[in-house]
């Protein structure tokens, strides 16, 4: 059974952080590569950060140099530490799983991030 969460969300101050834990304990976590998106109101799903099973990493230009994504495959669960967050990081936060074509099969329900003083 295939299941992925996301949590972690919640209301922080501009300059501040938040780590998003992805926990995926239904299926074989360590050969997915596994994506975050985020979704803010009034536009289009934005990609924000990919690692795959063999730990490559991509970023999207606007959160280079703040969010770090990795994975503990031992946990089946992947995180976003997210620093120096931005009024424009608000968002709802999803996490996917990769296909061999780096295209998302399975998604959580998502956890809101709001960054506002």
């Known amino acids: 059974q295939v299941q992925l969460v996301e949590s972690g969300g919640g209301l922080v101050q501009p300059g501040g952080s938040l780590r998003l834990p992805c926990a995926a304990p239904g299926f074989t976590f360590s050969v997915y590569g596994m994506s975050w998106y985020r979704q803010a109101p009034g536009k289009e799903r934005e990609l924000v950060a990919t690692?795959?099973?063999?730990?490559?990493?991509n970023y999207a230009d606007s959160v280079k140099g703040r969010f770090i994504i990795s994975r503990d495959n031992a946990k089946k669960t992947m995180y976003l530490q997210m620093n120096s967050l931005k009024p424009e990081d608000t968002a709802v936060y999803y996490c996917?799983?990769?296909?061999?074509?780096?295209?998302?099969?399975?998604w959580g329900q998502g956890t809101q991030v709001t960054v506002s003083s």
């Open positions: 690692i795959t099973g063999g730990n490559s990493i």
């Open positions: 996917g799983a990769l296909d061999s074509s780096y295209l998302p099969i399975y």
